[in-house]
């Protein structure tokens, strides 16, 4: 079987695929067109987010048989295409649950306890201990919106804490130890820290607006570690505004594009412009799973799904 890689990934991933018998081609600098011309050579491919693998360039993949995914998400592919022409999907949200579960406590502590801004005021020649006073994490209520892998990370992390952790899922029966599974409505009645961890879908696109966020009994802390799109910026900087959300920890926005690799390339809108300059937000460039270890977890996941399917 040939399998062409269309992004850098870890070493070890074509090296035990080479060990495994499969030809292995690497392609990551040609364009889409070029590689659609081409892809009729291959029985599978891997991919992180570089282009939409869409039904042309499915329909011009007549061997396919799988798709690896090196990461969670699934939203830069035409799933029900592929699955109608009985193409396997494999992804490895396993790879990088634990670095996304760190960042996003990192992201809450990080809220409450002023660094940013107080690692700003330093530098600057300021010592303002009184303006840079934080809050504690222990006694407070943390909702996940959706608890598959990287809700269940954050959850365990969250066990060190003196905290009541409530989750939120369109599937039944998920909760554990680590967390309670309730109606949205309780959620939102109880909730001091809201963290989302949902996929991209036709629910999760714009999903904290206005409405949303008015919801919530109390003023609350967002850590959005999930999709950008989720989350409807200029919303959300209202509500940052009027201090119904006390302070937002972003690894994802709205304006980034499907490949996830640049941001600036266009103007910079307005709601983006404030919360760059707000002392209550915290901004990475999508790298919540992006750790030395996730790099060569993901890898591994793959390399072990690939092997369980068709070796």
């Given at each position: 079987?040939?399998?062409?890689?269309?992004?850098?990934?870890?070493?070890?991933?074509?090296?035990?695929?080479?060990?495994?018998?499969?030809?292995?081609d690497e392609n990551y600098n040609a364009s889409k067109e070029t590689i659609q011309n081409r892809i009729h050579d291959y029985d599978g491919f891997i991919i992180r987010s570089r282009f939409k693998i869409d039904k042309p360039f499915l329909d011009a993949a007549t061997k396919l048989k799988f798709?690896?995914?090196?990461?969670?998400?699934?939203?830069?592919?035409?799933?029900?295409?592929?699955?109608?022409?009985?193409?396997?999907?494999?992804?490895?949200?396993?790879?990088?649950?634990?670095?996304?579960?760190?960042?996003?406590?990192?992201?809450?502590?990080?809220?409450?306890?002023?660094?940013?801004?107080?690692?700003?005021?330093?530098?600057?020649?300021?010592?303002?201990?009184?303006?840079?006073?934080?809050?504690?994490?222990?006694?407070?209520?943390?909702?996940?919106?959706?608890?598959?892998?990287?809700?269940?990370?954050?959850?365990?992390?969250?066990?060190?804490?003196?905290?009541?952790?409530?989750?939120?899922?369109?599937?039944?029966?998920?909760?554990?130890?680590?967390?309670?599974?309730?109606?949205?409505?309780?959620?939102?009645?109880?909730?001091?820290?809201?963290?989302?961890?949902?996929?991209?879908?036709?629910?999760?696109?714009?999903?904290?607006?206005?409405?949303?966020?008015?919801?919530?009994?109390?003023?609350?802390?967002?850590?959005?570690?999930?999709?950008?799109?989720?989350?409807?910026?200029?919303?959300?900087?209202?509500?940052?505004?009027?201090?119904?959300?006390?302070?937002?920890?972003?690894?994802?926005?709205?304006?980034?594009?499907?490949?996830?690799?640049?941001?600036?390339?266009?103007?910079?809108?307005?709601?983006?412009?404030?919360?760059?300059?707000?002392?209550?937000?915290?901004?990475?460039?999508?790298?919540?799973?992006?750790?030395?270890?996730?790099?060569?977890?993901?890898?591994?996941?793959?390399?072990?799904?690939?092997?369980?399917?068709?070796?």
């Open positions: 079987m040939k399998i062409l890689h269309l992004d850098t990934n870890h070493p070890l991933l074509i090296n035990q695929l080479n060990e495994l018998g499969f030809i292995n798709i690896g995914r090196v990461g969670a998400g699934l939203e830069n592919i035409d799933c029900e295409y592929a699955k109608l022409k009985g193409i396997k999907l494999i992804t490895a949200p396993e790879g990088n649950r634990n670095a996304v579960g760190e960042h996003s406590l990192a992201m809450v502590l990080s809220l409450f306890n002023k660094l940013n801004k107080a690692n700003k005021d330093v530098r600057e020649g300021k010592w303002q201990r009184e303006a840079n006073r934080g809050i504690e994490l222990d006694g407070k209520t943390v909702g996940l919106i959706g608890y598959g892998n990287m809700g269940k990370a954050f959850a365990k992390k969250l066990r060190g804490f003196d905290v009541d952790v409530l989750c939120y899922d369109i599937k039944s029966n998920v909760g554990d130890t680590n967390a309670k599974q309730v109606a949205l409505e309780e959620l939102q009645q109880k909730t001091d820290v809201l963290s989302l961890h949902t996929p991209e879908t036709s629910l999760t696109i714009n999903m904290v607006n206005s409405e949303f966020i008015n919801s919530f009994k109390k003023p609350f802390w967002l850590i959005n570690t999930a999709r950008g799109k989720s989350v409807v910026t200029k919303d959300l900087v209202v509500a940052l505004k009027s201090g119904k959300v006390l302070g937002a920890g972003l690894d994802v926005l709205e304006y980034e594009k499907s490949s996830f690799e640049n941001l600036f390339s266009n103007a910079i809108p307005e709601a983006f412009n404030f919360l760059i300059h707000a002392d209550n937000v915290i901004l990475t460039p999508h790298v919540a799973g992006w750790t030395v270890e996730s790099k060569e977890k993901l890898a591994q996941t793959i390399v072990d799904k690939i092997k369980a399917e068709f070796c």
